[in-house]
């Protein structure tokens, strides 16, 4: 009896593929990008790989031999783009937060799966945090923990409206308020939305793993020819120039971490700030091991410096957590979240100072240096951690993947921000810091909390596990951005031997960001970045309506029996296909 239905039913259905009775058509499973076949660029587009190459170099020999030039173009146009497109940035990363989280909880939508329906994650979930939260945010995390809380008790908009006191007591929530706005949803749903795009038509339908694969939804095989090239160099800039600031970030407080140690005096130039000298020795060595660490792959170096980069972060978290302000980290974090939540959807769609006030000047600069700043930094980052979560969360499902990439980072982040931050503030609250760690550079405050709450010896060790983790966060942000750049010239192929294309990129990051650091220090590198993240902000947003695309018609698709897969429109292609 049942072999009598389900030929009766597959009857009706080779009538309905014969009729062509169906409302919705596969998706496209097949982008074919043009490569080359012999010679240098072997298994590269030339047309994606050349332009982004020229551009870096162009950008590099500028720095390099028209320095004063450089600077005041960088400097105008950086005003310029931050003036024009403050509110685009602010209304866009809001869309990208409502975006991801309705991805995650619509039911339906939240069980569609990176990948066939039965595939196994490749990574455990351990290695797999430990590789995005390594990747996207491990450096600013380390620079940013004592850094942005204490910025923000010393200044924030509540003490420019003059309702409290700058470094009083009061300051403190607000602080934190602030502090977890800007890391928290508005980094990690841009990189989970990047990432998803890319990675669900990636895994999914089996197109290659690169920028212009996640517009394919929209715009079909058009994304093959120029366009496609287009968005793909965009890409390939904007990760050069968005890593540049975080190595950058690193290089300054891996200098000066050395030079706590007590390892010379030609660490640090006259200011404080890194001695020429110093940012090309550790760039030879960090970038260096990067390089060689890219060669390894994803699954071997990539890999085991993550979990490397998890465990000793987790060390130096109980040690501020058991030695440090514990119990007033824990305060901050309950309340900071607390704030944080309560006030997100007004934090993420204000503009400020719109009345034209000198009060009204301050608040909207304020946003501007901060708020508007780590909006396009995190943009011009998400093709690279986007790439590189995509690579790394094939046969997950989108609830998992959005979730796991969203909320446990941002997590972790407030977590460090409130046990490190809490602790540098309530040694200032004491009067113990005395001023020590608020009057410190920024790269160097860390340390200098180390040395308030340490004794000497004991300062010194904790300062060297220090600049061990910032090392290796270095290390992975550095060889994982190699590895992404090289995927996308590659069209998406990330394995295979390019070992000389992998030292040129390696080589470029050095000379970006020694170069950048050298004409203007860390803030040439910021204007840079800025400047670069534009163009592809406007490529994200319409990442964002692509995969809201693919997931719906998915749908559709399931509800008719239509294939989603590349499996399965590879058997739909044989099931239709005239008999011979």
């Keep these: ?116 329906p039965d595939e196994a994650p490749e990574f455990g979930r351990f290695s797999w945090f430990s590789m995005l939260f390594g990747a996207g945010i491990g450096i600013g995390m380390l620079t940013y923990s004592t850094g942005e809380p204490l910025a923000h008790f010393v200044n924030n908009p509540d003490i420019i409206r003059g309702t409290i006191d700058a470094q009083s007591a009061e300051a403190v929530r607000p602080a934190y308020m602030y502090t977890f706005l800007h890391w928290g949803l508005g980094a990690w749903c841009t990189y989970a939305l990047v990432g998803l795009a890319i990675g669900y038509v990636a895994h999914r339908r089996g197109l290659p793993l690169t920028i212009r694969s996640a517009l394919a939804p929209l715009f079909g095989r058009v994304m093959e020819g120029p366009f496609g090239h287009v968005v793909d160099v965009v890409a390939v800039v904007a990760t050069i120039l968005g890593v540049a600031v975080t190595l950058g970030l690193g290089v300054e407080q891996f200098v000066a971490g050395l030079a706590r140690l007590g390892l010379g005096d030609w660490l640090l130039a006259a200011d404080g700030s890194a001695s020429t000298l110093a940012i090309i020795v550790s760039l030879l060595t960090l970038v260096g091991a990067s390089t060689i660490s890219a060669l390894s792959g994803v699954g071997r170096g990539i890999k085991w410096l993550s979990n490397i980069n998890m465990a000793l972060s987790f060390g130096l978290l109980a040690l501020f957590a058991f030695l440090g302000a514990g119990l007033f980290g824990l305060e901050l974090l309950g309340v900071g979240l607390w704030d944080y939540l309560r006030t997100l959807p007004r934090q993420s769609l204000t503009l400020l100072g719109g009345d034209g006030s000198e009060t009204g000047a301050a608040l909207r600069q304020w946003q501007l240096d901060w708020t508007v700043f780590y909006w396009a930094w995190w943009i011009a980052f998400a093709p690279f951690v986007g790439m590189f979560i995509a ?103 990330d394995e295979g031997s390019r070992r000389y294309h992998i030292l040129f990129w390696g080589a470029a990051i050095a000379f970006v960001v020694g170069s950048m650091l050298i004409l203007g220090g860390i803030d040439a590198i910021r204007i840079a970045m800025i400047i670069g993240a534009l163009p592809f902000s406007f490529v994200v947003a319409v990442m964002c309506v692509a995969i809201l695309k693919a997931v719906t018609f998915d749908l559709i698709r399931k509800k008719h029996g239509v294939p989603t897969t590349a499996q399965g429109c590879e058997e739909w292609a044989e099931r239709t296909s005239p008999a011979e």
């Design 1 to 116: 009896m049942s072999s009598t239905v389900e030929d009766a039913a597959a009857q009706i259905r080779k009538q309905a593929i014969e009729e062509a009775d169906w409302p919705i058509d596969p998706p496209l499973v097949d982008l074919a990008i043009d490569t080359h076949d012999r010679g240098f660029y072997e298994g590269f587009s030339r047309e994606v790989t050349i332009p982004g190459k020229v551009i870096v170099s162009l950008l590099i020999m500028w720095a390099i031999f028209f320095p004063v030039t450089a600077n005041r173009t960088l400097s105008a146009a950086n005003s310029t783009i931050i003036a024009t497109f403050g509110g685009w940035y602010v209304y866009l990363v809001a869309f990208l937060i409502v975006t991801s989280l309705v991805l995650a909880v619509v039911p339906k939508v939240g069980a569609l799966r990176i990948g066939p």
């Design 391 to 493: 690579r790394i969360s094939r046969g997950r499902t989108i609830r998992e993947y959005v979730l796991g990439v969203t909320i446990v980072p941002s997590l972790m982040c407030f977590v460090w921000m409130a046990l490190v931050g809490g602790t540098a503030i309530e040694l200032e609250l004491s009067g113990v810091a005395n001023g020590a760690i608020v009057g410190a550079a920024i790269s160097d405050q860390l340390y200098a909390t180390l040395g308030v709450l340490f004794e000497p010896g004991v300062a010194a060790a904790v300062s060297a596990l220090v600049v061990l983790l910032l090392m290796t966060y270095l290390v992975t942000s550095a060889d994982s951005a190699i590895l992404i750049v090289n995927t996308i010239n590659g069209a998406g192929d």
